[in-house]
């Protein structure tokens, strides 16, 4: 007799999982100085805490696909949390920042491989029609755990030191690994299909090199004037056109390209990738403004972010059930819509502006992504046929770190070139005066260009429909 599958158990262990897992994203970020000061390292040297962990992250998205449709969900799942747990145990035993590093790269490796594998899961057990919902519940955790990780993070450190944000963390991926142990089921089936090696090295240089290429560009001080950056982003390019050509070749692909035929799942994964590039710019470029030419502290700046943040996720479940209720359209139109409002009004700010305008602002651009990102996602995979789910997930996660490296190099970029352009038109004393208002124009350069890519959103969104699941035949469930 056939056994159902208990769906609420399953989504339960899912959700306690991400929960720890990306929260360690942010969790590290206000500890970065310190960490400095501790292993007598300079800023170049910890970004690689950072900037490695979104490394790692992105090589091993493309491999999910494969690695999903070579193992059960189980071994997934426990396999991805022990090794992440065995990660944070390296990273809290750590003597030098080498040993520090190597935990917190086999940390990224789990959370890499996690998301992916849990989407997939989630697409075969739900059917379309509920699928909003389900997503946007799952999307509480992963937009609520970043967004708490900065203020979490500073009370951690300024109380317990460094060491306790992966101490903390320990017993809660304990807990899920013997969670699961006890009430995870299977969903799906095991194909096993053949590993293309080159494949696999064409996709590794490919999408690490451009990870490692705009991050790079972002946080030096060339940026892409570095012959360096400029050559290691060409080669990565060079190896993903190559990439993409051989997944048309060959019978068993690592990642199946062929998804972007599908109309709306193309749009989709467009207009979330566009998003994630502001999303992750405007994290960057509004705290160095307000700690900048409006002059609060970090820990402020934080706070005052805050209010946007935890809407951003705490909204999520709901924008899914209003998904399932009234398509992608009525949610996608008008939150693009708003999205351009807000490009307007952060491409003229200025330091005379009251604080709680930005305030409001940001609050309304992120229930405005809050509104674009699950339901594009979300839709998009609904229209592809089941055996391409993993292929489907792989891909849109992929892309996730590669938005958002590129959104903050290009964007961080942007508003150097417009700070310099500003200063090297000065005449006179270079003032405080005066650098605030070179850092305000090249704030407002960086949302021009933000503002083009959301006009474009809006137009791309306006072509979207409601996706229709061609094969869809649900796990069965109790």
Same mark, same amino acid.
């Given at each position: ?7 609420k ?7 306690i999982?991400a929960?720890f ?10 500890a970065?100085?310190?960490?400095m000061?501790?292993f ?16 790692v ?18 071994q997934?799942?426990?396999?991805v ?10 990273a809290a035993c750590?003597?030098?920042f080498?040993m ?5 790269m086999?940390?990224?490796v789990g ?7 849990i ?10 029609e ?12 992963i937009?609520?755990?970043p ?6 993070s500073g ?5 317990l030191g ?5 101490i ?6 304990v ?7 006890k ?8 194909? *096993?299909?053949? /590993?293309?090696?080159l494949?696999i &090295?064409?996709? $590794? #240089?490919?999408?690490?090199? @451009?990870?490692?290429? =705009?991050?790079s560009?972002?946080?030096s ?11 290691i982003?060409?080669?990565?390019f060079?190896s ?8 048309l070749?060959i019978?068993e692909?690592?990642?199946?390209v *062929?998804?972007? /035929?599908?109309?709306?799942?193309? &749009?989709?994964? $467009? #207009?979330?990738v566009?998003? @994630?590039m502001?999303? =992750?710019a405007?994290?960057i470029?509004m705290?160095?403004?307000?700690q ?10 934080g706070?005052?972010?805050l ?10 479940p ?5 998904f ?8 996608i &139109?008008p ?6 409002g807000?490009?307007?009004? =952060?491409?003229?700010i200025?330091?005379?502006i ?6 409001v ?5 992120m ?17 592809l046929p ?10 849109a ?11 903050v ?5 942007i508003m ?8 090297e038109?000065?005449t ?15 704030v407002?350069?960086a ?8 006009i474009?959103?809006?137009v791309?969104?306006?072509f979207i ?5 061609p094969?869809f ?6």
């Open positions: 007799m056939e056994t159902k599958i208990n769906t158990i399953i989504l339960v262990t899912f959700m999982g929960f897992a990306v929260l360690n994203e942010t969790l590290l970020n206000i970065l100085t310190e960490l000061d501790v007598n390292i300079k800023a170049p040297t910890v970004q690689w805490m950072a900037t490695g962990f979104m490394l992250m992105g090589v091993l998205m493309p491999i999910s696909a494969l690695l999903i449709q070579w193992f059960t969900t189980r997934m799942f426990i396999g949390m022990s090794i992440f747990l065995t990660g944070t145990v390296i750590a003597l030098n080498p520090l590093l190597t935990g917190r086999v940390q990224a959370t890499g491989l996690l998301i992916p594998v989407m997939n899961a989630l697409l075969l057990l739900y059917p379309p509920v699928r909003g919902r389900i997503m946007g519940t799952f999307g509480l955790v937009m609520f755990a967004a708490i990780g900065p203020t979490l009370v951690i450190v300024d109380f460094w060491r306790w944000l992966f903390t963390v320990i017993p809660f991926a807990f899920s690994i013997l969670f699961a142990m009430y995870l089921e299977n969903v799906g089936e095991i194909t *096993r299909p053949k /590993a293309d090696v494949s &090295i064409l996709s $590794t #240089i490919g999408i690490g090199g @451009i990870v490692y290429g =705009f991050s560009a972002g946080e001080g060339e940026g892409f004037t570095s012959f360096k950056i400029l050559l982003i060409g080669i990565s060079a993903l056109v190559f990439f993409v050509w051989r997944q070749k019978d692909p690592l990642l199946d *062929r998804v972007f /035929a599908y109309k709306n799942y193309a &749009i989709g994964v $467009t #207009i979330f566009v998003v @994630i502001a999303m =992750f405007s994290e470029v705290p160095m403004y307000l900048g030419p409006l002059g609060y502290s970090a820990k402020i700046a706070l005052l972010l209010p946007g943040a935890l809407l951003n996720g705490l909204m999520s709901v924008m899914g059930t209003l399932d209720k009234f398509g992608p359209r009525k949610l &139109i939150a693009s819509l708003v999205l351009v807000v490009m307007i009004f =952060f491409s003229n200025n330091p005379s009251p604080i709680w305008w930005f305030i602002a940001y609050i309304v651009l229930l405005s992504i809050s509104a674009i990102l699950m339901p594009a996602q979300t839709n998009g995979l609904n229209e089941k055996h391409l789910y993993p292929h489907g997930t792989a891909i996660n992929t892309l996730q770190p590669i938005g958002g490296a590129l959104g190099s290009v964007f961080v970029s150097s070139q417009g700070q310099t352009s500003y200063l038109k000065q006179g004393q270079i003032t405080q005066q005066v650098l605030d208002r070179a850092m305000t124009a090249g407002h350069h949302y021009w260009f933000a503002l083009a890519l959301c474009g959103t809006f791309i969104a306006l429909r409601k996706a229709i699941a094969d035949e649900p796990e069965r469930q109790k």
